[in-house]
């Protein structure tokens, strides 16, 4: 078995080699060493080193979860038979009182809320049907620098070695730990037979809802996704139209049966504070798109991965999606979310959100109704 790369393309910009401990061999680890040139690293779930007497080191604030360094055996602990060999043991659950420290094996505990390189190896040993320890070693250029993943791809290509995203490992993680927490009758002036459902939810730690109205008369469930809009959905914003779709798809929710998943990614996933802001850019000429740039961010931020789960929480696989956004459905698609149809769902245009819709059909793709709109 080879070697893989997991690279971490959101938070340390780091490319790491992995394999899993119980197969890790003098071969393997040789070339890891050689080609990654970072630091050696056994991974495994904390709680599991701290039953065996393995004890954390001090830090001042170290993300990484460093426990004490570790050898097994009589020798110096260094050459690549013995460092592979102290590896073996770690998987094979020894107690600390087996192996001399300090030593020249790290150790890394895995947490349940982080998700870094560690927790990402852990998981992926797991995954693959090994022990849940994972060797790592970050990959440094021909300068010493860890950040460089043209580098990492060249080197992937070269050795033709995968390279897996640790954020597509964590949507694996979370498939199984995502489910329906509540749920309870919702009347409301639309419909006096709407449930709420909210859910227990690692992946973004959100809180985000559900409504849904059963039957679905027409056996495959109506769909609106609905990016929480604070300033449309509550106060009735003429800046853009949110607050009329939300109610026109409770509408038609209500009358054929369906579920509309309101996501707390507020102004495309910049936040309440910072949409102010880009509203304070449009006001000063910028379109949507630019002011989301002006500040830093993508033009779109949202991610609808947490639909996904929802539906898959509900036990839904085909839907009609009311929606004139592409991505959404594209990305439900992708997570393997059936598309039965696809219903555009139009606010009212007026003279505040003329520009700003005119830029997400011209700009982001959005299929909208805008003759004569400039």
Same mark, same amino acid.
């Given at each position: 078995?080879?070697?893989?790369?997991?690279?971490?393309? /959101?938070?340390?910009?780091?490319?790491?080699?992995?394999?899993?401990?119980?197969?890790? =061999?003098?071969?393997?680890?040789?070339?890891?060493?050689?080609?990654?040139?970072?630091?050696?690293?056994?991974?495994? *779930?904390?709680?599991?080193?701290?039953? @065996?007497?393995?004890?954390?080191?001090?830090?001042?604030?170290?993300?990484?979860?460093?426990?004490?360094?570790?050898? #097994?055996?009589?020798?110096?602990?260094?050459?690549?038979?013995?460092?592979?060999?102290?590896?073996?043991?770690? !998987?094979?659950? %020894?107690?600390?009182? =087996?192996?001399?420290?300090?030593? *020249?094996?790290?150790?890394?505990?895995?947490?349940?809320?982080?998700?870094? *390189?560690?927790?990402?190896?852990?998981?992926?040993?797991? *995954? %693959?049907? #090994?022990?849940?320890?994972?060797?790592?070693?970050?990959?440094?250029?021909?300068?010493?620098?860890?950040?460089?993943?043209?580098?990492?791809?060249?080197?992937?290509?070269?050795?033709?070695?995968?390279?897996?995203?640790?954020?597509?490992?964590?949507?694996? #993680?979370?498939?199984?730990?995502?489910?329906?927490?509540?749920?309870?009758?919702?009347?409301?002036?639309?419909?006096?037979?709407?449930?709420?459902?909210?859910?227990?939810?690692?992946?973004?730690?959100?809180?985000?809802?559900?409504?849904? /109205?059963?039957?679905?008369?027409? !056996?495959?469930?109506?769909? @609106?996704?609905?990016?929480?809009?604070?300033?449309? =959905?509550?106060?009735?914003? %003429?800046?853009?139209?949110?607050?009329?779709?939300?109610?026109? !798809? %409770?509408?038609?929710?209500? +009358?054929? &049966? &369906?579920?509309?998943?309101?996501?707390?990614?507020? &102004?495309?996933?910049?936040?309440?504070?910072?949409?102010?802001?880009?509203? +304070?850019?449009?006001?000063? &000429?910028? =379109?949507?798109?630019?002011?989301?740039?002006?500040?830093?961010? +993508?033009?779109?931020?949202?991610?609808?991965?947490?639909?996904?789960?929802?539906? /898959?929480?509900?036990?839904?696989?085909?839907?009609?999606?009311?929606?004139?956004?592409?991505?959404?459905?594209?990305?439900?698609?992708?997570?393997?979310?059936?598309?039965?149809?696809?219903?555009?769902?139009?606010?009212?245009?007026?003279?505040?959100?003329?520009? #700003?819709?005119?830029? +997400?059909?011209?700009?982001?793709?959005?299929?909208?109704?805008?003759?004569?709109?400039?």
């Amino acid at each position: 078995m080879k070697p893989y790369i997991l690279i971490d393309k /959101k938070n340390e910009l780091e490319g790491d080699f992995f394999i899993p401990a119980q197969i890790c =061999d003098e071969k393997i680890l040789n070339f890891i060493i050689e080609k990654g040139k970072g630091l050696l690293c056994v991974s495994a *779930h904390e709680d599991d080193l701290l039953k @065996r007497g393995f004890f954390k080191l001090p830090s001042n604030g170290s993300k990484t979860n460093f426990f004490i360094t570790v050898d #097994y055996g009589k020798g110096t602990g260094i050459s690549i038979s013995e460092r592979c060999n102290t590896i073996q043991k770690i !998987s094979e659950g %020894l107690s600390i009182k =087996d192996f001399v420290y300090p030593g *020249h094996v790290n150790v890394l505990g895995a947490k349940e809320k982080r998700w870094g *390189h560690t927790e990402a190896s852990v998981f992926f040993s797991e *995954h %693959l049907g #090994y022990k849940p320890y994972g060797v790592i070693i970050e990959i440094l250029n021909s300068n010493g620098d860890s950040h460089d993943f043209e580098y990492i791809l060249e080197l992937s290509k070269k050795n033709k070695l995968e390279i897996i995203d640790i954020e597509d490992l964590y949507k694996e #993680y979370v498939k199984k730990r995502f489910s329906i927490d509540t749920s309870v009758k919702l009347p409301t002036a639309i419909d006096e037979d709407f449930d709420i459902y909210t859910f227990k939810n690692p992946y973004d730690s959100r809180e985000h809802i559900a409504i849904v /109205k059963r039957p679905f008369k027409e !056996s495959i469930p109506y769909l @609106r996704i609905h990016s929480e809009c604070a300033t449309g =959905d509550i106060f009735h914003s %003429l800046r853009c139209d949110c607050g009329e779709q939300l109610e026109n !798809s %409770l509408k038609i929710i209500s +009358k054929k &049966g &369906g579920v509309l998943i309101y996501l707390r990614q507020e &102004g495309r996933g910049i936040g309440l504070n910072n949409k102010v802001k880009a509203y +304070k850019l449009q006001d000063e &000429g910028y =379109d949507t798109v630019e002011a989301n740039l002006k500040l830093g961010f +993508k033009d779109d931020e949202r991610d609808y991965f947490a639909a996904y789960l929802i539906l /898959k929480a509900l036990k839904i696989n085909e839907v009609k999606i009311l929606t004139n956004n592409p991505k959404k459905y594209e990305d439900l698609k992708r997570y393997g979310i059936k598309i039965k149809e696809i219903v555009n769902i139009y606010g009212k245009v007026n003279k505040y959100n003329k520009k #700003y819709l005119f830029t +997400k059909a011209k700009k982001m793709k959005h299929n909208l109704k805008l003759e004569g709109v400039e």
